[in-house]
């Protein structure tokens, strides 16, 4: 990926400015909380700016877990009053103000990442860390496996992290919508409508919330019997590939727990099987499955490609997962689109129902390297520069025009820029 001074210190720039000392916002105004996954993915850069920094950030987000392993999506820290919906709509109970879901695990992967750039000087620390990620990787076989596919199941759309996708539709058409009290979305304060997810959509996720809610966020009960249940390819590559990184871990700083380790290998071995289970041979792509009408839904969205990521790299299916991606590469300008744009209900700007999103090109393009598709790394990296020079740090980009869309000054586009040019300062480019 070449580069310039002036983006790189943008980039920097971005994220100090979203900086809160202890853990960071996702973008001022629109994200005024900490998320799960946003947060871990911010760590990534803060390793090149200042490796305690990062571990902090890791460490922090960690310490929000759940007595029953849970790290949950939003952490209510700092000035929050802007956000909705708020921890008295979520009303979790916990003892710090949480959501009561949860988001990709990418943090195991990311806090290897880490270590690789410099351990933590804290031992005890880091052992505190490693069994927190085992305890919620643990916990998402025992809340969030579907015992059909064996594949990681999402009860609320903003759980996969891509809240509106086509994908989801299906599932989220058997919730009806429960009275609900009236309410003021806080979004649209900051980003156009069109560029986000409808009315529509946002009384059926707030009337999933309100089910958890009347419950006591039960997440066991709730993995079985949401009103809204899919299988998500995207959470069982990443909770997938995080096992792996994780094992190293365990092996390099708790050798001797070897029920952990043992552990996670089971977890590795069902999620692999699960993995498999998401072919779909109808669109020759992995694709996420319907548990309710025990079908899978026939659509290819980014985490299609993340195979490679979960090193589950297939030889009897990779040449036709590449062929789907080389498609999708002469229909945009800039790749990795969130959503096929060859099909009906792709919009290019609507959120993941088509946009470019920095963090998903990340981690495809990570894997793709891992298995020798360098040529196709190249255009992820290439195509995600070309974005931010186009148009600068955005939430996401419009992959036809490459207008930024979303929030603005957004920290994990900057972070993911960051490791994308530290890597080639370290190995020279592809």
């Known amino acids: 990926m070449a580069t310039s001074n002036s983006l790189y210190q943008r980039a920097i720039d971005v994220l100090k400015q979203n900086d809160r000392g202890t853990y960071s916002l996702p973008t001022h105004g629109l994200y005024p909380v900490q998320f799960n996954w946003d947060s871990a993915f911010a760590a990534l ?23 029953d392993g849970m790290i949950p999506h939003i952490m209510f820290r700092g000035d929050h009053d802007g956000y909705f919906p708020g921890p008295d709509i979520w009303n979790t109970g916990q003892f710090i103000e949480t959501s009561g879901i949860t988001q990709p695990p990418v943090l195991a992967s990311v806090v290897r990442q880490l270590d690789e750039a410099g351990p933590y000087r804290d031992v005890n620390g880091m052992y505190d860390m490693l069994r ?56 649209l304060d900051h980003v156009d409508s ?18 958890g809610r009347d419950r006591h966020w039960p997440q066991a009960y709730l993995g079985q019997n949401s009103p809204f249940r899919m299988v998500d390819p995207g959470m069982t590559a990443f909770l997938l590939r995080a096992n792996r990184d994780l094992i190293v871990l365990l092996n390099k700083y708790l050798p001797e727990d070897t029920d952990s380790i ?26 996420a499955y319907d548990p309710v009408l025990q079908q899978p839904i026939d659509s290819v969205s980014a985490a299609s490609f993340l195979s490679c990521y979960a090193s589950m790299h297939n030889d009897l299916h990779h040449g036709h997962l590449m062929d789907q991606f080389d498609r999708i590469a002469n229909k945009v300008k800039f790749m990795v689109p969130s959503f096929d744009p060859e099909h009906a209900d792709f919009d290019a700007k609507r959120y993941w129902r088509g946009p470019v999103w920095h963090v998903i090109n990340n981690r495809i393009g990570l894997g793709f390297s891992e298995v020798g598709e360098h040529e196709r790394a190249k255009r992820i990296r290439k195509d995600s520069e070309d974005l931010i020079a186009q148009s600068s740090f955005y939430e996401y980009f419009n992959p036809i025009t490459g207008d930024g869309l979303g929030g603005k000054d957004f920290t994990w586009t900057a972070s993911v820029y960051l490791d994308w040019v530290m890597q080639e300062a370290d190995h020279g480019q592809d």
């Open 194 to 211: 069109s560029q986000r997810p409808t009315k529509e959509q946002y009384d059926r996720y707030l009337t999933l919330v309100k089910f």
């Open 132 to 187: 927190r990620l085992v305890r919620w990787h643990d916990w998402f076989m025992k809340a969030r496996l579907d015992p059909q596919s064996l594949g990681i199941q999402i009860i609320h759309p903003w759980e996969s992290g891509r809240d509106n996708l086509t994908d989801w539709d299906q599932g989220m058409a058997r919730v009806e919508i429960a009275d609900l009290p009236p309410y003021t979305r806080r979004d």
């Open 45 to 67: 850069g803060y390793r090149f700016i200042n490796q305690h920094r990062a571990w902090q950030e890791v460490m922090q987000l960690a310490s929000s877990q759940w007595p």
């Open 262 to 287: 043992e552990l996670i290998q089971s977890h590795i071995n069902t999620l692999e099987l699960g993995w498999i289970n998401l072919w779909n041979p109808k669109v020759q792509a992995y694709t």
